[in-house]
Nanobody, 124 residues
């Protein structure tokens, strides 16, 4: 079992930045690919970014490419999402998730464990 706890969300003006963190319990964090997803009100959960177990490979949704950066620190059991140039359309609850695979995977069905989410609100 893996428990995931996100933090770092909040209210920011358009053009601003935030860094989300997700800390995992357990000793096998480095065995999991990690991902970030988001869900806006009235919309389905969508993929944002993923990183492989060792951090060498990443993959992003087109909507955030060039603005968001996913990274991980396996010594701290933590994955990060740095979000720059935020837009109002980035407003959503952001979730981190862990997949029992080592490569990058974008589909939510690959992910076995999910955090409770953290709210990000971008004002115009």
């Amino acid at each position: 079992q893996v428990q995931l706890v996100e933090s770092g969300g909040g209210l920011v003006q358009a053009g601003g930045s935030l860094r989300l963190s997700c800390t995992a319990s357990g000793r096998t964090f480095s065995s999991y690919a990690m991902g970030w997803f988001r869900q806006a009100p009235g919309k389905e959960r969508e993929f944002v970014a993923t990183i492989s177990w060792g951090g060498a490979n990443t993959y992003y949704a087109d909507s955030v490419k060039g603005r968001f950066t996913i990274s991980r620190d396996n010594a701290k059991n933590t994955v990060y999402l740095r979000m720059n140039s935020l837009k109002p359309e980035d407003t959503a609850v952001y979730y981190c998730a862990a997949a029992t695979t080592r490569g990058v995977v974008a589909g939510p069905s690959w992910y076995d464990y999910w955090g409770q989410g953290t709210q990000v609100t971008v004002s115009s």
